[in-house]
């Protein structure tokens, strides 16, 4: 599959743009607004600055964008279509119309946040082939797809879950056709009680923000809900919390059944209570304050191998690369993040390290002494590098490592890194490392397997 087609370019239109683009599709932009393509180009700038960070390797080569004249343009021809027009019922079924009249055969996913596929497809020849895909702002940082089948039939349901998964997104299967899917349900709850604690004057937007970014925020993005409170119930686990707090659900703690009435002075008051919350900042810098930081929370949580972390690390063993065997071998792909960087603005020196430490990585991984060779009690350790910084290195730019065998003597293995920025070729650092063999068992020097000295010494002086 090569093509998707995005029919609404807005916010969530652009990023599901984005992240098809960045993972090597081709997109098909279909939306009437005039402003729609420097909206969204403003949108894959951010992606552009944001996702590969996520990654210790390299996404694959961009696609094509296309912004089209009509729906009939940007579905022909279609492995995918995703929609994601304003959330009105009759817009949607035009949609739908001109999508069945031009590409009858694509997976067509909705990204609507209430309605059902059911009512969707209503009217619709090939309804078999509609389902909900309710993706999360930003849509190319945060995996998280809600998928409602409907009428979709299998078939269709597992095809666009692997295609989804292919992008880096974790499909959420929905077991059932209800208003809101899962997440916006919860969403709706908390919304609901923060706008009566502001209409009482209990909260301001910011005290409000404050008690989520700074407490059970942070434990719901990486636990959720229900381990979070079986932790709260100590030894005795969720059934001594259900047992402790469940009569407080009785008490008249949330107003979660009403809402209060959305009169001009009660809207007027929640927008002056953001503006000066959050007003000195454009809509533009907020995105990418919080792209920074979700990056920041998603890297160390993939280091953890835990919750969206753990997602993000499936995608990336999933992503080619092109891996040593080429003259000149080319060690590791990247950008670099934003977390690499110090107070001078460039990357910190221990960085350096951890790239020629994936770069040594790579040649063992290729000569045959990764994982497996280790699980046979041997290995090599690093003794000595030494580091020449050329010229400052920055986040968001792209990097390779070509990496040189230039010592294979028994013991030891020397190899000569040299790391290149990817948009001009500059050399932005060199080192120098040596390596010893070792024996895991004894912790103590010792000669390699026969064969391993042999592929090593085949590799001297040829770059490759």
Same mark, same amino acid.
């Given at each position: 599959?090569?093509?998707?087609?995005?029919?609404?370019?807005?916010?969530?239109?652009?990023?599901?743009?984005?992240?098809?683009?960045?993972?090597?599709?081709?997109?098909?932009?279909?939306?009437?607004?005039?402003?729609?393509?420097?909206?969204?180009?403003?949108?894959?700038?951010?992606?552009?600055?944001?996702l590969p960070?996520?990654?210790?390797?390299?996404?694959?080569?961009?696609?094509?964008?296309?912004?089209?004249?009509?729906?009939?343009?940007?579905?022909?021809?279609?492995?995918?279509?995703?929609?994601?027009?304003?959330?009105?019922?009759?817009?949607?079924?035009?949609?739908?119309a001109?999508?069945?009249?031009?590409?009858?055969?694509?997976?067509?996913?909705?990204?609507?946040?209430?309605?059902?596929?059911?009512?969707?497809?209503?009217?619709?020849?090939?309804?078999?082939?509609l389902?909900?895909?309710?993706?999360?702002?930003?849509?190319?940082?945060?995996? #998280?797809?809600?998928?409602?089948a409907?009428r979709?039939?299998?078939d269709?349901?597992?095809?666009?879950?692997?295609?989804?998964?292919?992008?880096?997104?974790?499909?959420?299967?929905?077991?059932?056709?209800i208003?809101?899917? #899962? %997440?916006?349900?919860?969403?709706e709850?908390?919304?609901r009680?923060?706008?009566?604690?502001?209409?009482?004057?209990?909260?301001?937007?910011?005290?409000?923000?404050?008690?989520?970014? #700074?407490?059970?925020?942070?434990?719901w993005?990486?636990?959720?809900?229900?381990?979070?409170?079986?932790?709260?119930?100590?030894?005795?686990?969720m059934?001594?919390?259900?047992?402790?707090?469940?009569p407080?659900?009785?008490?008249?703690?949330?107003k979660?059944?009403?809402?209060?009435?959305?009169?001009?002075?009660?809207?007027?008051?929640?927008?002056?209570?953001?503006?000066?919350?959050?007003?000195?900042?454009?809509?533009?810098?907020?995105?990418?304050?919080?792209?920074?930081?979700?990056?920041?929370?998603?890297?160390?949580?993939?280091?953890?191998?835990?919750?969206?972390?753990?997602?993000?690390?499936?995608?990336?063993?999933?992503?080619?690369?092109?891996?040593?065997?080429?003259?000149?071998?080319?060690?590791?792909?990247?950008?670099?993040?934003?977390?690499?960087?110090?107070?001078?603005?460039?990357?910190?020196?221990?960085?350096?390290?951890?790239?020629?430490?994936?770069?040594?990585?790579?040649?063992?991984?290729?000569?045959?002494?990764?994982p497996?060779?280790?699980?046979?009690?041997?290995?090599?350790? =690093?003794?000595?590098t030494?580091?020449?910084?050329?010229?400052?290195?920055?986040?968001?730019?792209?990097?390779?490592?070509? =990496?040189?065998?230039?010592? %294979?003597d028994?013991?030891?293995?020397?190899? =000569?890194?040299?790391?290149?920025?990817?948009?001009?070729?500059?050399?932005?650092?060199t080192?120098?490392?040596?390596?010893?063999?070792?024996?895991?068992?004894?912790?103590?020097?010792c000669?390699?397997?026969?064969?391993?000295?042999?592929?090593?010494?085949?590799?001297i002086?040829?770059?490759?």
């Open positions: 599959m090569t093509k998707a087609a995005i029919i609404g370019g807005g916010v969530i239109g652009g990023g599901w743009a984005a992240r098809f683009l960045l993972n090597g599709w081709d997109v098909a932009v279909f939306d009437p607004d005039q402003q729609a393509e420097r909206k969204l180009g403003e949108v894959l700038t951010n992606a552009r600055g944001a960070m996520l990654y210790e390797t390299s996404l694959p080569a961009e696609g094509e964008l296309t912004f089209t004249t009509s729906i009939a343009e940007a579905v022909s021809g279609a492995d995918y279509i995703q929609e994601s027009v304003p959330e009105r019922l009759d817009l949607k079924h035009r949609v739908y001109e999508i069945e009249a031009a590409n009858r055969q694509a997976p067509l996913g909705s990204s609507t946040s209430g309605f059902k596929p059911s009512d969707l497809g209503a009217g619709m020849a090939t309804a078999d082939r389902f909900v895909a309710h993706p999360f702002n930003p849509v190319y940082l945060l995996p #998280l797809v809600e998928l409602v409907g979709a039939s299998v269709i349901v597992s095809r666009a879950e692997a295609l989804l998964r292919s992008v880096g997104f974790s499909p959420l299967r929905v077991r059932a056709e208003d809101a899917h #899962l %997440a916006d349900r919860f969403l709850a908390v919304w009680e923060a706008l009566w604690l502001i209409h009482d004057d209990i909260a301001t937007t910011e005290e409000i923000d404050e008690a989520i970014r #700074l407490g059970f925020g942070l434990r993005a990486q636990m959720g809900l229900f381990e979070t409170y079986r932790i709260a119930g100590g030894e005795g686990g059934a001594h919390f259900v047992e402790q707090f469940g407080a659900l009785a008490w008249p703690w949330t979660l059944m009403n809402v209060p009435e959305m009169t001009p002075e009660f809207a007027a008051k929640i927008g002056a209570q953001s503006d000066a919350q959050s007003g000195a900042l454009s809509i533009r810098e907020l995105e990418r304050l919080r792209d920074r930081n979700l990056v920041g929370i998603l890297r160390a949580l993939k280091q953890a191998g835990s919750a969206a972390g753990a997602v993000i690390a499936e995608h990336e063993a999933s992503l080619p690369t092109d891996g040593p065997g080429s003259a000149p071998m080319v060690t590791v792909r990247r950008v670099i993040p934003s977390d690499w960087t110090d107070y001078n603005g460039h990357m910190n020196e221990s960085r350096y390290g951890q790239i020629w430490s994936d770069a040594a990585d790579a040649v063992l991984a290729h000569v045959g002494a990764g497996e060779y280790v699980a046979r009690g041997l290995s090599y350790f =690093t003794v000595e030494r580091t020449k910084f050329v010229a400052e290195t920055h986040a968001g730019e792209a990097v390779v490592c070509e =990496t040189d065998v230039t010592l %294979a028994g013991k030891k293995l020397g190899l =000569t890194h040299r790391m290149l920025r990817e948009a001009d070729g500059a050399v932005l650092a080192c120098d490392q040596l390596l010893i063999h070792v024996s895991l068992e004894t912790r103590r020097s000669e390699p397997e026969a064969e391993m000295s042999v592929r090593l010494t085949e590799l002086g040829t770059g490759a």
